[in-house]
């Protein structure tokens, strides 16, 4: 049976999401008639729990991985993104890309192999507030594309492959406090889901920021993110978290 691999590889493509905007570092600074541009490349060394269901007829598996398990088994990897403000407006997008393997003996002394890509976009778009002279607040909603592709072997008698694509329709807040020249503080939160891709998901990222000139900003923070896909007899309802790392350069 294909359950020990199958699961774990699905397991371990769900947990490489989008970061959304959590790691921009924009200031507080307003000109109406300027766009200001800003990428964000990024890490998350997370770790994994929640239960895997791959499809009708397979059992629901549960899985807890730490990161140094989930790394083992990523052939490939890239995680971007990219904010955009004129004035108040902000538009935001974040792109990743991963594909993981494995391979394992199966009871009967069958070979099993699983092999597993994952893409994601993200979009979100709002307004900015000032609420302070040290704080500013962005709320914006947008949508969350998600599609996964499995091919799943056991020698030499199966063959299956998993397709799943969805969109999460979101609602974000980020909250940003400058504390000094050199140090800020970044609190982001999103929710959406409410069953038009995903039933439900959420996430929360809090992470510190030096500014390291005045174009390079360096991050670390901690992020968790919980999602609940329930269709056609699959189930994946997995929450992710674990430090992060990034660097924002401002254009």
Known sequence: MPTPTAPRLLSIAALLLPLGSALAQEPHRVDADTWRF?????????????????????????????????????????????????????????????????????????????????????????????????????????VRWWNLHANVQVQPIVQAQINRSFADPIAAVRWRRQWNPDWSTVLYADAGGLGVGSQSTWQVVAVANYQLRSDVFLSAGFRHINVDYRNAGTRLNVGMGGPLLGATFRF
């Open 38 to 142: 800003q990428i964000t490349p990024y890490v998350w060394m997370t770790g994994l729990q929640g239960d895997i269901k791959p499809s009708t007829g397979l059992p629901t598996v549960h899985i807890s991985q730490p990161f140094s398990d989930v790394i083992k088994h990523l052939d490939a990897a890239a995680f971007l993104s990219g904010t955009a403000r004129k004035g108040r407006y902000v538009l935001h997008g974040d792109t990743t890309y991963a594909s993981v393997s494995d391979s394992a003996t199966l009871p009967g002394n069958l070979k099993g192999r699983a092999k597993v890509t994952q893409q994601s976009m993200t979009l979100l778009g709002g307004h900015n507030w000032d609420i302070s002279p040290i704080d500013s607040l962005d709320l914006m909603a947008g």
